[in-house]
């Protein structure tokens, strides 16, 4: 079956430095991997975007890399801040037809002062 | 730019009532979703429109029903609510495939 599956329901992590939150995938064809925050009672915001024939993309401190060999994207904050605390979500979007985006359950950010 | 916009924002329901989420946005976009989301279970689509006129189910949609009778409204209909539907619902839109989406603030049903 497909899964998507986000390495750590939570991850800690002190001010300053880079944060790493994993997303792995199997039995997709991904054209597109997204990342996304979510703050509590709110609706997930869109960070980055990457294809599947780019290797890395940057947005100010933030960084994704997508490797479609080991079916795996790694999203980085480098610099981290107490306001980088969040829920983050990766989804993917297949080659085929309209598909929506399929989400993995978020990994909750805590970054500590 | 308002975005996407969800009413209500909260709401109460008992079991067999019926209710319909309204979903508005105003960038003009094309495609148009309707999210639920579950402690431990992430975000998992109901129903999906990929233009005026069209939709289409997705990975839940038993229990639910949708309309897209104009660009900017979504509509996702409850016609006998069960505690099972006890959720928080999330309208999306994006302009065409591979695009970001922006979603609205969600609406809390609790269905007693």
């Known amino acids: 079956s497909q899964k998507i599956e986000q390495n750590s329901e939570a991850l800690n992590i002190q001010e300053g430095k880079t944060a790493t939150l994993t997303c792995n995938y199997t039995n997709y064809s991904p054209a597109y991997l997204q990342w996304y925050r979510q703050d509590p009672g709110r609706g997930p915001v869109f960070l980055l975007l990457i294809r599947e024939n780019e290797k890395e993309k940057r947005k100010e401190r933030l960084k994704v890399t997508f490797d479609t060999t080991l079916k795996q994207s790694l999203f980085h904050i480098t610099a981290s801040q107490p306001a980088d605390s969040a829920t983050y979500l990766c989804?993917?979007?297949?080659?085929?037809?309209?598909?929506?985006?399929?989400f993995g359950k978020g990994t909750r950010l805590s970054v500590i002062a | 730019n308002a975005g996407v916009t969800q009413t209500p924002k909260f709401r109460v329901l008992k079991t067999g009532q019926s209710m319909t989420l309204l979903c508005a946005q105003d960038?003009?976009?094309?495609?148009m979703y309707w999210y639920r989301q579950d402690p431990g279970m992430g975000l998992r689509l109901i129903h999906y429109?990929?233009?005026?006129?069209?939709?289409a189910k997705g990975e839940v949609p038993d229990g639910y029903n949708v309309s897209r009778l104009k660009k900017q409204n979504f509509l996702l209909g409850l016609e006998s609510a069960a505690p099972s539907q006890t959720s928080v619902y999330f309208c999306a839109s994006s302009p065409r495939r591979g695009d970001g989406y922006t979603f609205g603030s969600g609406t809390r049903l609790t269905v007693v």
């Open positions: 989804a993917l979007e297949k080659y085929s037809g309209n598909t929506p985006l399929v």
């Open positions: 960038m003009n976009h094309e495609y």
């Open positions: 429109s990929v233009g005026e006129g069209t939709t």
